[in-house]
């Protein structure tokens, strides 16, 4: 459907292929652990998913900065739980999470063989809204930084997406036309509609099971990628 048009694919990489509530579920599992947070992790994972969800979406709004990301999620979270933390705990536990969560690297199905499909026949990028610090050792432990030419990401970039900026950064560092470029990602809002805004391609990688739309077309699995490419 694209292969004549695009030479450059662009990917998301928190949900879409790195798997991230997996490994923030297991992060979670050791420094709660390790603290002596008295909760299950089903009961904190039941609350804090939707809740980061929240605060994310607030980060990319430009409503709240990193430091508040770090710190308000979690104490929303234990706020909604009843549980009394202390504040050091609180900045401890957002430490220890980013310090340990890059340490875990479970990627979707198929990730490794799509890139693997995708590399010889185009150049591949990633466009995050993540920390530059996390995100580069996330694709090292997980083994697949050596696929891509380009990470551009919101804190070097100076925005987030889906503001347009991000996706021209993309487009600049690839030195790539829009109409030749495809972007891949799991959020409607943030990775398509916001590339879709500058003319690239795009491809729903539905990994929350979200309602059907006809924005573009939609995936639930990475190995329909070669449908399209």
């Known amino acids: 459907m694209f292969e004549k048009i695009v030479t450059d694919v662009f990917f998301d990489l928190d949900h879409t292929l790195w798997d991230f509530e997996k490994n923030s579920s297991l992060t979670f599992a050791k420094i709660l652990t390790q603290n002596e947070i008295n909760i299950a992790l089903s009961d904190f994972l039941e ?3 939707p809740t980061n969800f929240a605060f994310w979406k607030l ?15 979690l104490k929303s979270v234990f706020d909604k739980l009843e549980l009394v933390v202390s504040d050091e705990m609180i900045l401890k536990l957002a430490d220890e999470y980013i310090q340990y969560l890059s340490s875990y690297n479970h990627l979707f199905p198929n ?5 693997d499909y995708l590399k010889p026949k185009y150049k591949l990028h990633i466009i995050t809204n993540g920390f530059q610090e996390i995100q580069d050792k996330k694709m090292r432990a997980s083994n697949i930084d050596g696929y891509f030419e380009h990470v551009i990401n919101s804190e070097t970039a100076g925005v987030k ?23 891949i990602g799991d959020s409607l809002e943030a990775d398509i509609i916001g590339a879709k805004a500058l003319g690239i391609h795009v491809l729903h990688f539905n990994a929350h099971n979200e309602p059907h739309h006809e924005v573009c077309p939609i995936i639930h699995d990475l190995s329909e990628i070669k449908t399209y490419l």
């Open 47 to 49: 609350v804090y998913v």
């Open 111 to 115: 990730t490794i063989a799509i890139l």
């Open 161 to 183: 997406k889906p503001n347009p900026l991000i996706f021209k950064a993309g487009l600049n560092h690839a030195n790539v036309a829009a109409k030749n470029a495809i972007m």
């Open 59 to 73: 980060y990319r709004e430009e409503k709240i900065t990193k430091e508040q990301l770090r710190y308000q999620r």
